[in-house]
T-cell receptor, first 110, second 116 residues
Framework: KAGVTQTPRYLIKTRGQQVTLSCSPI?????VSWYQQTPGQGLQFLFE???????NKGNFPGRFSGRQFSNSRSEMNVSTLELGDSALYLC?????????FGQGTRLTVV | AQSVTQLGSHVSVSEGALVLLRCNYS??????LFWYVQYPNQGLQLLLK??????LVKGINGFEAEFKKSETSFHLTKPSAHMSDAAEYFC??????????????FGRGTQLTVWP
């Protein structure tokens, strides 16, 4: 069974640009969540989607957005990038009692 | 509200020694508790979980954890450390019920170093 796939693995962007990250969950999983991981703030929750609906949202500015498609694949978008957005972005797909994480996308903003 | 506190951001042990990583939580609902491990530039791998039932749970790679409701703790142990255990470990509590697991609340992590 394939795991959670995140693309791309690494990304370098310039301040002010926008970026889209992709996540393909495990087959059959309808819930996808996104987390940002930085050395200073640790693991912070961005949002959760279930059956194309956003169920929960963390405390991030509106520049961070996401969506989920009918096949459960999810994307997150960050507009007007700032240096502080440099982080490892992790996607998790989950069932009722277990969450499985992808390898993450390492975003560097220069 | 849910939150997790991991005591000790760095733990060092000798190979073959006992590993003990501490985790305390607060939760407004009966908690689901998790331990994850992260190797450099990798995602999070689930080591073990507690949902209901037996309070001593066994996970992968010889790790186990005990849920103690009275102490609101979920400490991770391994009787004998191996060099390959060196990694960062995260304790997490779930805020969800029903059809989805919901948001996970993570501790700040504990970096485990294993000396030969």
């Amino acid at each position: 069974k394939a795991g959670v796939t995140q693309t791309p693995r690494y990304l370098i962007k310039t301040r002010g640009q926008q970026v889209t990250l992709s996540c393909s969950p495990i087959s059959g999983h309808r819930s996808v969540s996104w987390y940002q991981q930085t050395p200073g703030q640790g693991l912070q929750f961005l949002f959760e989607y279930f059956s194309e609906t956003q169920r929960n949202k963390g405390n991030f500015p509106g520049r961070f957005s996401g969506r989920q498609f009918s096949n459960s694949r999810s994307e997150m978008n960050v507009s007007t990038l700032e240096l502080g957005d440099s982080a490892l972005y992790l996607c998790a797909s989950s069932l009722e009692s277990e969450a499985f994480f992808g390898q993450g996308t390492r975003l560097t903003v220069v | 509200a849910q939150s997790v506190t991991q005591l000790g951001s760095h733990v060092s042990v000798s190979e073959g020694a006992l590993v003990l990583l501490r985790c305390n939580y607060s939760s407004s609902v009966p908690p689901y508790l998790f331990w994850y491990v992260q190797y450099p530039n990798q995602g999070l791998q689930l080591l073990l979980k507690y949902t209901t039932g037996a309070t001593l749970v066994k996970g992968i790679n010889g790790f186990e954890a005990e849920f103690k409701k009275s102490e609101t703790s979920f400490h991770l142990t391994k009787p004998s450390a191996h060099m390959s255990d060196a990694a960062e470990y995260f304790c997490a509590v779930s805020g969800g019920r029903g059809s989805t697991l919901g948001r996970l609340y993570f501790g700040r992590g504990t970096q485990l170093t294993v000396w030969p």
